[in-house]
Structures are given as C-alpha cells and as structure tokens.
C-alpha cells in the first residue's frame, strides 16, 4: 500500500486521525510507527497497520511536523485580494486519496464575501463531494471552513455540502485530469 517515497515516522504524541475514505475518527498511540504518504496542503495521509488515515494539520506535531502557519493578508486588502486567498486557501486542500487539490477536482462549486456589520468578513462556500457516500466529505467540509476560518478579518464562514449539481470527471481542471491520467 505504501510507496517507496513513503515516510516512515514514530507517533510524538497520541493523536486522533481519521479512517480514509470511511471517515469516522479514531486515536493512534504515541511511538506508533505510521508511513506519511501524502503530505500537501498542511494535512496528511498515512499508512497504518493496513489502513490509510487523515491527520489534520493542526496535528501535524506529532508527526514531528511543523503546524500549518494562517495566511497573509495585508490590512487594507481589497474583497478581490481577499476572494483570491480565500481560493488559494481552498487550493491547499487535496483529497485524501489522491493528490489533487478540491479546487481542481471541482468539488467548490460558489464562494461568496460579503461584509458584516463590524466590517469583518463574511465568506459562503458551496461545495460537493466525488461520491454522494463519501465518508470524508464532512471532515473536507471542516478543513474549508478551517482554512477560511484563518484567514485575518474572516468573522464567519459557512460551507453548504451540497449533491446537486452532481460531480463528474468533467468538472475536474485540465491541470488535474493530465494528474490523474485522464488525458
């Protein structure tokens, strides 16, 4: 199941991942010896005992691993500075199967700003998931808002897990179907 360019890493701390693609959580043990197989957007993927498991990047410490840092955004940044971000923040989620990243794939299907009454910002994300059973969905969902959460005058962000329209390969970006072989 695990690769070549796999990491082999011992547990820092007792951690609570979850099972991928089921999605129900589960604690490993501090000194387990666990294969990071995929390391990109701050989360992680790991091999364990014959399971494939997501660590958030919160956790990433007991990896051994630096936690992910929030953004940049300069104080007097504009809404259209801000929405890129917010895009650039969403590119940095990948699914835990593959490596490609939820944007590319098509998963988000709206992200809206708009402002509060205390001027903070107010960020909508509509998205889906490739399977309407797929048992990640809601923690991808957790990792949207988490990711915009973040991101410096975000006052309150909403993400809508949404089965309509449905997924299919043809909403994936170019750029992901040549990473996916599918070109």
Do not use: H
């Not at 005992?49 to 953004?71: C, I, M, S, T």
């Not at 890129?84 to 939820?102: S, V």
């Not at 990640?136 to 006052?155: Q, S």
Request: proline share 7%; glycine share 10%; with cysteine.
């Amino acid at each position: 199941m695990f690769g070549q360019d796999s990491e082999p890493v011992t547990l820092k701390r007792e951690v609570e991942v979850i099972v991928v693609p089921a999605g129900f959580p589960v604690t490993l043990e501090k000194g387990a010896l666990v294969y990071i197989t995929q390391a990109m957007g701050g989360s992680f993927t790991i091999y364990f005992e014959g399971n494939l498991y997501r660590v958030g990047g919160k956790d990433a410490d007991a990896l051994g691993k630096e936690p992910l840092q929030p953004p940049e955004l300069p104080e007097n940044a504009s809404d259209e500075e801000f929405q890129t971000l917010a895009w650039d923040q969403m590119r940095t989620i990948y699914d835990p199967e593959i490596p490609i990243n939820i944007v590319e794939l098509g998963l988000i299907y709206d992200c809206r700003i708009s402002r509060l009454d205390d001027g903070r910002r107010y960020v909508y994300v509509e998205m889906t998931v490739t399977a309407p059973g797929c048992g990640m969905g809601e923690f991808l969902v957790e990792d949207v808002r988490e990711k915009i959460g973040i991101i410096p005058t975000v006052g309150k962000v909403d993400v809508e897990l949404v089965f309509d329209p449905p997924w299919n390969m043809e909403m994936m970006s170019e750029a992901a179907r040549l990473e996916a072989g599918m070109m």
